[in-house]
């Protein structure tokens, strides 16, 4: 009987081993997860567990779900290396084999060297659910929070913050940016935090541990908190691939449709996938769904399907934020949509006259109608008449 091997039990691998049932999948499927407890996604970590919501929302499927499906799930199983010759993984205190790998072990936290005593000393960093809760739990007590890194994962957590009453620094580059949406694309970031009274600083020069807290220099002057979270970004977790698989800066190295070599994958997170990879695909839930459903397809041997259109999106003080298709830094952006006070709502990103990209923020109609206009041509005309 055929063995896949899943490793990682996050929205990725978890989605592999769906759709491999889906399509008629019959061998044997386990499924390797470093973590303890049952799987998890992560998008609720910070806009449910923060706001000190059950950490039980985040689940992904339960213990009778994975029955249903068939899958041998070993949690605090995490595989050591790789041996590709012998098509053997090392997990602690054995080996397992399989006959096709799929690599879905994610991204983790990054902590640059300058900024790893801050992490020794306790400022805490948003990855897994643990994090969440230990975070969530800070800011119960919490007097301020100083977030180091205004992204996305930075500003939605001091919107969660915020929402919970606690005054809140964000530290961010001069540059507001959120996920893809950087330049133009971020302009209404910057009012929505100061809206909700998020003290916003730029030009960080110093962070650091005082008596009872932390501070943190800045243009604007110092900050002092008693709780400090890193946002500054994450890597893929394929360290441990690097004697075994080509992996490079930005994760597995993989073709098109998830392949690293014969009989072995890579999704989500990890992949550092060619050609389709932009900043709206990057790291994003929805690309490690349709990227895991890829690879089902190819294991049951069906054709490669059409890739699905690179979405993304988020949630800052309430405001829904979204992204689709393609938006390279030589994009062309325009605003499509104003609210009645003038401010930009929906934007679209163009190649050569051709509309690769869309956005919108706090308005889920206005993304629909900006989604509509991909691959059209002539609407910069247009807005420009
Ligand atoms: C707080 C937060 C909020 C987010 N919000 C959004 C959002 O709003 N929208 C959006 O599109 N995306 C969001 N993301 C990103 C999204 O969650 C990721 O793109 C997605 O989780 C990637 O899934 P994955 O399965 O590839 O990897 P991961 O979710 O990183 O999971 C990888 C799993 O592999 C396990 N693992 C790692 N190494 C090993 C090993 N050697 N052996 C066994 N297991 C291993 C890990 O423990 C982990 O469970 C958010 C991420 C975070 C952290």
Same mark, same amino acid.
């Given at each position: 009987m055929t063995r896949v091997v899943v490793i990682g039990a996050s929205v990725g691998g978890v989605t592999v081993a769906q759709s491999l049932r889906e399509l008629g999948f019959d061998g044997e499927i386990v499924l390797l997860e470093a973590g303890v407890g049952l799987p998890y996604q992560r998008p %609720?970590? *910070?806009? =449910?567990v923060l706001l000190g919501?059950?950490? +039980?929302?985040? #689940?992904?499927?339960?213990g009778p779900g994975l029955m249903a499906i068939g899958v041998e799930f070993r949690p +605090? =199983? !995490? &595989?050591?290396?790789? #041996?590709l010759a012998r098509r053997r993984l090392r997990l602690p205190g054995e080996e397992l084999g399989f006959d096709e790998l799929v690599i879905a072990c994610g991204a983790s936290a990054t902590v640059p060297t300058h900024l790893e005593h801050l992490v020794a000393g306790g400022a805490h960093l948003l990855r897994t659910r643990e994090d969440a809760v230990g975070l969530s739990d800070a800011l119960e007590q919490s007097r301020r929070l100083i977030v180091l890194g205004g992204g996305v994962l930075g500003s939605e957590i001091a919107s969660a913050a915020t929402a919970r009453g606690v005054p809140t620094t964000l530290l961010s580059r001069t540059e507001q940016g959120v996920g893809p949406l950087r330049g133009a694309l971020s302009a209404p970031l910057l009012p929505l935090h100061r809206a909700h009274g998020v003290d916003v600083r730029t030009e960080v020069s110093d962070v650091g541990r005082v008596a009872g807290g932390w501070s943190a220099q800045a243009r604007e002057g110092e900050v002092c908190a008693d709780t400090l979270v890193l946002a500054v970004g994450v890597h893929a977790t394929a360290d441990w691939l690097a004697d075994s698989l080509p992996v490079g800066p930005d994760g597995i190295r993989c073709d098109? *449709? +998830? !392949?690293? &070599? %014969?009989g072995v994958w890579a999704i989500g997170d990890a992949a550092d996938r =060619?050609? +389709? !990879?932009h900043e709206v695909s990057r790291r994003t839930q929805a690309a490690a769904v349709a990227e895991a459903s890829t690879v089902a397809a190819a294991l049951v041997g069906l054709p490669t399907r059409p890739a699905a259109l690179p979405y993304f999106w988020s949630d800052i003080h309430g405001v829904r934020v979204q992204a689709a298709g393609r938006i390279s830094p030589r994009a062309v952006i325009e605003v499509v949509e104003r609210s009645v006070?003038? #401010? %930009?709502v929906a934007f679209v990103a163009a190649e050569e006259g051709v509309v690769a990209g869309a956005a919108a923020w706090g308005s889920p109609r206005a993304f629909r109608s900006a989604r509509s206009l991909l691959g059209t041509s002539g609407v910069l005309e247009e807005i420009a008449r």
């Open positions: %609720p970590l *910070s806009k =449910a919501q059950d950490p +039980g929302t985040a #689940d992904l499927i339960d +605090g =199983a !995490r &595989a050591l290396g790789l #041996d098109a *449709s +998830g !392949r690293v &070599a %014969p =060619a050609g +389709g !990879r006070t003038g #401010d %930009p």
